[in-house]
């Protein structure tokens, strides 16, 4: 039989609560031409754990990083999460803990925000960390805000080669509110933003800030030290957006001279889950926190001299702000921001380097096994990190397809905006590889490529 938590007698009894002596009096105010008369075209009912059985058949179809290797990056990466991560997120006073509201309410989840905050601020390279937003995306959407407010100026510059989705919600965010977009495009060769035309365009004296992505979706790291420099030069900001994993291997752009650095936590932690709930982080420098959306919490002292923690900025619509909130940005992402916590705290400095060079090193490996290939080459000739770009003798869909059904998850294609055709492919290899698989990966595709 069906599973229906309401009886008969339920029903009855709740309609006469209301007043009530059938469910069509309840539905009386739905005019009748939109209402259907008629039963819903749907299989018979089945027991719990007969629907259990088909549900879990349906799920079997599914093809997962559990059932394939992957290779997939472009922002969502398979990476190890130690199983304590899970034990101790899984708290209860973590887990139905919600965004704080009240300054002060909630000690242990502030404690918690206010650590991850100081982690992710060492991490970037930046002093002030906000509690997060949705996502990486949201997060350099908001950065771009930010340079608009603080420099008055309603003009950005943007590296071409940033996530195409992270595009789309800039222009989503930006356009409405009057802000100009300037996409530069990359160097054809390298695969490194265009210093010189940025420096052309912010020579202008109109533009609030530049952005870039490093490394970007070409998986080139960007020169973020000489963008910087002229950024500097023309009293203009640099906003940065990462992959937070990079700064275990090399500078932080903080530390580079940028003055806003953003990135998506994904890689700090968070598992794949079909594009989410993920962790945007936004860290800046001092005099741009007034700036900075969302929450920050800080380390205190009561009246009575007593220790603790406090939101002591949160700048949104919902609270005194309204109309003059830095940003309408409705939540935060706090539990996974503790996830992020949590998990660089057990690995500490030292293994988060370690793994960082490790995704370096694997990457490496691999690229130089499918160059080796009859047909294949380097996409870009840009130094990467753990995601590289290829050129294909075939379509980047076909080699995809057939890697797939091969059991790989081969990459991600790039858009033929960026790779200049439809034969480019962006690879992504982390830790969760070995060189047994690495090896795997390019004989596969040496033999998809062979039957063409």
Not at 173 to 197: C, E, F, K, M, S
Not at 221 to 236: F, G, H
Request: glycine residues 8%; negative net charge.
């Amino acid at each position: 039989m069906g599973y229906n938590v309401h009886t008969g007698s339920d029903v009855q009894a709740m309609l006469e609560v209301m007043g009530l002596s059938s469910i069509e009096q309840l539905f009386a105010d739905i005019p009748s031409q939109v209402r259907l008369r008629r039963e819903l075209d749907l299989p018979p009912a089945l027991s719990e754990w007969e629907l259990m059985r088909d549900v879990r058949a349906m799920a079997d179809k599914n093809s997962t990083t559990l059932t394939h290797a992957s290779f997939l990056g472009g922002g969502a990466y398979e990476h190890y999460i130690p199983a304590v991560v899970d034990a101790i997120v899984s708290r209860g006073e973590f887990l139905t803990a919600y965004t704080p509201y009240q300054p002060e309410m909630s000690q242990g989840l502030l404690q918690a925000l206010f650590e991850f905050q100081v982690l992710v601020g060492r991490l970037l390279g930046q002093e002030s960390v906000n509690c997060s937003v949705y996502d990486g995306a949201t997060a350099l959407a908001e950065s771009c805000w930010m340079l608009c407010s603080a420099s008055g100026k309603r003009r950005v510059v943007v590296a071409q080669a940033i996530w195409p989705e992270y595009r789309e919600v800039l222009a989503t965010y930006l356009t409405p509110r009057g802000v100009t977009i300037d996409h530069v495009a990359q160097d054809a060769v390298t695969g490194l933003a265009d210093v010189a035309a940025m420096a052309a365009l912010v020579a202008t004296g109109d533009v609030a800030g530049v952005v870039l992505q490093s490394p970007n979706a070409l998986g080139v790291i960007e020169d973020v030290a000489a963008l910087s420099q002229v950024c500097k030069q023309n009293k203009t900001l640099l906003a940065v957006c990462v992959n937070p994993l990079l700064c275990g291997w090399l500078e932080a752009p903080g530390k580079l001279g940028a003055d806003i650095v953003v990135c998506e936590g994904q890689p700090l932690g968070l598992p794949l889950n079909a594009g989410g709930p993920y962790v945007g982080i936004i860290a800046c420098a001092k005099p741009l926190e007034r700036y900075l959306p969302g929450r920050l919490v800080g380390r205190v002292h009561d009246l009575n001299g007593k220790l603790g923690y406090a939101l002591i900025k949160e700048d949104r619509e919902q609270h005194v702000a309204r109309d003059k909130a830095t940003s309408h940005i409705c939540s935060n992402q706090a539990l996974n921001a503790i996830r992020a916590a949590i998990h660089l705290s057990c690995l500490g400095e030292s293994n988060f380097m370690r793994i960082a060079e490790a995704n370096a090193a694997n990457a490496v490996m691999l690229r130089e096994l499918l160059v080796a290939i009859p047909g294949v080459k380097l996409l870009r000739s840009g130094v990467h990190f753990n995601e590289f770009a290829i050129e294909l003798p075939v379509t980047a869909a076909q080699f995809c397809a057939k890697m797939r059904d091969a059991g790989f998850f081969a990459g991600v294609p790039i858009a033929a905006d960026l790779a200049g055709h439809e034969r480019g492919l962006l690879i992504a290899v982390t830790e969760t590889k070995n060189r047994s698989d690495l090896e795997a990966y390019a004989k596969q595709a040496g033999i998809s490529l062979e039957v063409r």
